[in-house]
């Protein structure tokens, strides 16, 4: 895999005489991909840019980012067909929405506090359902990275989780409700949900294995229509209202970045556009002359 992006930057380099900055934002973005992809590139499918590109999406990341990042792909897979690599091109027929993007939806204070009052801790379930809530939203961490810790990534002495993700950790705090959430979910009821008592997952299902995203989803959307919530919340709802929150009491740009794993700050930036967007709406509907 090593070999092929390396093969293309000196074909940049050499042959194209490209840029510094472009060659720079080419390997970036390929091996970003190469990354995410975990296997050879030479063996990427369609779905898998496909995926990708989504996945960029979800993370908050800008259309002109997608967009670039589609071109960069564009050009090495037709270097590796070109230099006899690969047989054809999987980048055929992708196209990416250039308009605007759609701000994220964000739930307020009140919708929070309804939504992680719901799971009902009277059984194993609801309080797995509690713990799982109050970590989403006190981390802000994403979906597959909730459901990929293990129970040696929680210190619940010093209160923190320990996210890994892209071959990078941060250790994220727990406010004292998610601590004590997450406590007695580890002391007192996740062994006995265990199918195996050698199973390193933090969060299981029913049957003792690891949660799954689709799991998850569904427990969101059962405790969505019990809190009675009219916008539609997926997990990245928690995530996007975590870092809205937090701007709006006070955390810098920075800190919110690394909290959240962004590798660029204009992902986090995003968020800035919603506390803007939110102060015009107080603004016009408040000031007597507006």
């Known amino acids: 895999m090593l070999d ?21 934002s080419y390997m970036r973005d390929i091996r970003q991909f190469a990354e995410w992809l975990g296997t050879e590139v ?26 670039r990042t589609l071109a960069s792909l564009k050009n090495f897979f037709a270097y590796l067909v070109s230099s006899g690599f690969c047989e054809k091109t999987p980048v055929t027929d992708i196209h990416i929405d250039r308009g605007e ?11 929070i506090e309804l939504l992680l009052s719901q799971p009902l801790c009277v059984d194993a379930k609801g309080f797995r359902d509690k713990a799982m809530l109050e970590v989403m939203y006190a981390t802000g961490i994403r979906v597959t990275e909730l459901i990929d810790l293990d129970i040696d ?3 619940l002495e010093m209160g923190v989780v320990k996210c890994t993700a892209a071959k990078k950790t941060r250790m994220i705090p727990l406010y004292p409700a998610a601590l004590r959430a997450l406590t007695i979910y580890i002391r007192d009821i996740r062994e006995s949900m265990l199918a195996t008592s050698d199973e390193t997952a933090l969060f299981v299902n029913v049957n003792g294995s690891r949660m799954s995203r689709q799991g998850f989803w569904k427990i969101l959307k059962h405790y969505q229509t019990a809190a009675h919530i009219e916008k539609e919340i997926t997990p990245h709802t928690l995530r996007h209202s ?49």
């Open 242 to 290: 975590f870092a809205v929150h937090l701007l709006e009491n006070g955390a810098d740009l920075n800190s919110l970045q690394e909290l959240m794993g962004h590798c660029d700050i204009s992902s986090t930036q995003m968020y800035t556009q919603l506390i803007n967007q939110k102060l015009n709406k107080v603004y016009k509907k408040c000031h007597p002359k507006a």
């Open 101 to 111: 993007k759609k701000l994220p939806q964000i739930l307020t204070g009140r919708e």
């Open 4 to 24: 092929l992006i390396k093969a293309y930057e000196n074909y940049l380099s050499k042959v194209k005489q490209a840029s510094a900055n472009t060659i720079s």
């Open 42 to 67: 030479s063996e990427a499918t369609q779905l898998n840019i496909s995926d990708y590109l989504q996945h960029l999406e979800q993370d908050g990341r800008s259309a002109a980012t997608i967009s």
């Open 153 to 155: 990534d929680v210190n």
